[in-house]
């Protein structure tokens, strides 16, 4: 089975609304990308009017960037699964690096998110990586184990075939600096080897892996050629229509 290649791109806390309209309207009008499944994670706020801008469009996917692990009640400022199904979200970023380090969001609290989104028929994008300390530790890959332990291998196996993983080397985020393709087809492969111990090869393939630690034109291809590597998850050039599109057409 061909694994789904897949360009994500994470606005994070960037474009007013008339911004983000006008960067959805210029990926929408250049999409699709032949055999790339495009998502844009937007801000909430974006989210019902780029809806409207991607419907129909071919190939092109909307994202929201976190949501809460409870259906509703009395938690003023944050937004439920629910809500952005009802918006027209198919995706949902769970777990970034920037989620953890900021707001303190650990293993438990992140499976709670999954199993919301997953009940409501967002598909996770669900995050792991190490940050600088770790990596020059050498126990990067325990690391990452631990995270998809606590957060995501409590799944069945039907379940688990829904998510993506995005993997975040941490020290390469908004650092300029970037995994070689050898550090990323290395992690790629020990997460590909973990979800096979779990739930067997057949799953394992079937599952997308993204990249996500300074992706850009420049260095995708290379990114994209390795074997385990099946996109990625893109920041900050996922923020210029033309820089998105040609990651995207770098397999």
Not at 71 to 83: F, L, R
């Amino acid at each position: 089975m061909k694994r789904q290649q897949i360009v994500a791109g994470n606005w994070k806390m960037n474009n007013d609304l008339a911004e983000g309209k006008a960067l959805a309207e210029a990926v929408a009008a250049q999409a699709p990308v032949a055999g790339v499944t495009l998502v844009l994670g937007t801000p909430y706020i974006h989210l019902s009017a780029v809806a409207d801008i991607l419907d129909g469009a071919a190939g092109i996917h909307l994202s929201a960037q976190n949501c809460h692990q409870e259906e509703s009640g009395a938690y003023t400022g944050e937004i439920s699964a629910s809500m952005l199904k009802s918006v027209g979200a198919e995706y949902v970023i769970l777990g970034h690096s920037e989620r953890r380090e900021y707001f303190g969001e650990d293993e438990a609290l992140l499976a709670a998110k999954v199993d919301k989104a997953l009940e409501h028929g967002l598909i996770p994008i669900f995050c792991c990586g190490e940050k600088l300390d770790i990596r020059e530790a050498g126990t990067h890959v325990e690391l990452v184990q631990k995270q998809l332990a606590g957060s995501v291998f409590h799944l069945s196996a039907e379940d688990f075939g829904k998510i993506v993983i995005a993997y975040e080397p941490v020290w390469a985020i908004g650092t300029g600096r970037t995994a070689s393709p050898e550090q990323a087809q290395e992690m790629h492969a020990a997460i590909r080897k973990m979800i096979a111990d779990k739930y067997g090869a057949e799953v394992a393939e079937a599952t997308s892996i993204l990249y996500g630690g300074s992706c850009k034109p420049s260095n995708a291809e290379e990114l994209f050629s390795q074997p385990d590597v099946d996109g990625g998850l893109i920041g900050g050039a996922s923020l210029k229509a033309e820089d998105f599109l040609a990651i995207a057409g770098s397999f």
